[in-house]
């Protein structure tokens, strides 16, 4: 026993300081452990707290936030306290579903195949490489860059050089070694990406590096989503800039005065659905014993339909001097305007040629609505009917075969009315078209009245019909009455 004893304690003293050492080893090793996790800790909210300062400064004193000069100032710092490269931010265009770089900075790779044929890499090579990566959207979902956006969650590769995924050209120093996909959300959305490349020390990105690009992407991502808020807002601002100068130019491309003449009363009205719009109406002075008479629909609304409007107008008056064929000058204008029109654009036009002196109304219809007739002691107005199609529907051969001019031979007292869809398909809150039964009905029982009375009668029938309900088309009507 007491042998036993005394190699028990022979043991312990040799054991002892060996455990103890491993003790204090593996405690150094905890401290040392916990230690770098703090430092970490501590350089994240270092640099968090830096760049809200260094962000802080683009809004200070400032109403207005460019936000390019803010994705460059973030993308600065995010490359230089992640010891980055270079790097790129993209953000999220709605509109398109594409991710557009907005900011640059470096030699940045391309994150898709290029040709580098193309590209001088010679000379500012850092300035072509950035053009390039700005002009080259990305679609959502598409690589690395749209799947994170997608997805929404970072991508660490810390050899992208074995990775497939990372597109990888044959210049050195265009190679892509190693790589950091930072969502910027806002909310549940994705606003942006921050891409970091290549560490400026030659090793691979780590957790660590990703931890603080991430810290970062989350403070950016509110005055980012803030600055492109003021961003679209400014953009609107000037589109309604643009809207407004647009709607001042078209009207005053519609007549500013109706002639006046001692055996003919005229009227007419414009009612834009939206700001401006593609309807149009003009009155031509042919000659000194004829007018010509216009009222046109160009497909579509809009800025578009607008200068489609404009460009018609401007034809049609260039061209329609001692022509008193409204078929042949209809023809005239489709083979000047047909190849200028978009696929899906086209113009209906009802033109008219009055002659002062015996009352003959010629006309001819380009698929537009035909002019409704009243006569003078006839109860019943009638739609005085003719073939034609649209302008720019077809080839112009087709288009001379199919239309028609008619004559008409007014008395004093005789009524014709045009129009364009907007009027009879006006509609009230339950989905009824007004329709050309009511526009009948109206003109009828004004029959007896002056053209400007006549129109302005319709126009309040149509707006009593319609009430609240949001006008979906422009309304364009045009009147001739024989005193």
């Keep these: 026993m007491h042998g036993f004893l005394l190699w028990l304690t022979i043991?312990?003293?040799?054991?002892?300081?060996?455990?103890?050492?491993?003790i204090l080893f593996n405690s150094h090793r905890r401290r040392v452990k916990l230690r770098h996790e703090r430092d970490i800790l501590v350089q994240e909210k270092e640099a968090a707290l830096g760049f809200v300062h260094n962000v802080g400064e683009v809004f200070a004193d400032s109403e207005t936030v460019d936000m390019d000069s803010l994705l460059n100032r973030v993308l600065h710092y995010a490359v230089r306290t992640c010891r980055a490269g270079s790097g790129a931010i993209y953000l999220?265009?709605?509109?398109?579903?594409?991710?557009?770089?907005?900011?640059?900075?470096?030699?940045?790779?391309?994150?898709f195949e290029i040709d580098l044929n193309h590209i001088d890499l010679q000379q500012n090579a850092s300035i072509h490489l950035s053009t390039l990566v700005k002009n080259t959207p990305i679609p959502l979902g598409k690589g690395l860059?749209?799947?994170?956006?997608?997805?929404?969650n970072s991508i660490l590769v810390e050899d992208a050089e074995l990775d497939s995924r990372v597109p990888q050209l044959p210049v050195a120093f265009l190679r892509i070694r190693t790589m950091l996909l930072v969502p910027m959300r806002f909310g549940n959305h994705t606003i942006g990406i921050m891409t970091l490349v290549n560490r400026t020390n030659g090793g691979q990105f780590a957790q660590a590096d990703l931890n603080l690009a991430q810290a970062l992407a989350a403070q950016a991502s509110v005055p980012i989503h803030y600055a492109g808020l003021q961003e679209a807002l400014e953009e609107?601002?000037?589109l309604d800039r643009g809207i407004q100068i647009a709607q001042q130019i078209q009207n005053s491309l519609l007549p500013q005065v109706v002639p006046t003449f001692d055996t003919v009363d005229l009227a007419a009205f414009n009612l834009p659905a939206m700001e401006i719009g593609g309807d149009y109406y003009d009155f031509i002075a042919i000659d000194e014993k004829h007018i010509g008479l216009a009222i046109a629909d160009v497909s579509g609304k809009g800025i578009g339909g607008a200068l489609m409007m404009a460009v018609c107008r401007?034809?049609?008056?260039v061209n329609a001097a001692n022509v008193y064929d409204p078929a042949g000058m209809l023809c005239s204008l489709n083979r000047t305007l047909s190849n200028n029109l978009a696929e899906d654009m086209f113009i209906t036009m009802l033109y008219m040629v009055l002659n002062l002196e015996t009352n003959q109304l010629s006309y001819a219809r380009a698929g537009h609505?035909?002019?409704?007739?009243?006569?003078?002691?006839?109860?019943?107005?009638?739609?005085?009917?003719?073939?034609?199609?649209?302008?720019?529907?077809?080839d112009n051969e087709t288009f001379g075969e199919v239309i028609e001019t008619k004559n008409l031979f007014l008395k004093p007292g005789d009524l014709v009315v045009s129009y364009t869809d907007g009027i009879t398909e006006a509609m009230n809150a339950g989905g009824d078209e007004w329709g050309i039964g009511n526009l009948c009905n109206a003109i009828e029982s004004m029959a007896d009245a002056s053209a400007p009375e006549l129109l302005a009668n319709i126009h309040r029938h149509v707006l009593a019909?319609?009430?609240n309900n949001r006008q979906s088309d422009d309304m364009t009507m045009l009147a001739i009455k024989i005193r």
């Design 145 to 152: 860059i749209g799947e994170a956006a997608v997805l929404g």
């Design 11 to 22: 043991f312990l003293d040799l054991l002892l300081p060996s455990i103890i050492g491993i």
């Design 236 to 238: 609107k601002r000037e």
């Design 314 to 317: 401007s034809v049609l008056r």
């Design 92 to 111: 999220v265009n709605t509109r398109t579903s594409r991710l557009e770089a907005r900011s640059v900075s470096g030699v940045f790779p391309p994150p």
């Design 369 to 394: 609505e035909a002019p409704i007739v009243v006569r003078n002691g006839e109860p019943k107005a009638v739609q005085a009917e003719t073939a034609g199609i649209a302008i720019g529907l077809v």
């Design 465 to 467: 019909f319609t009430g």
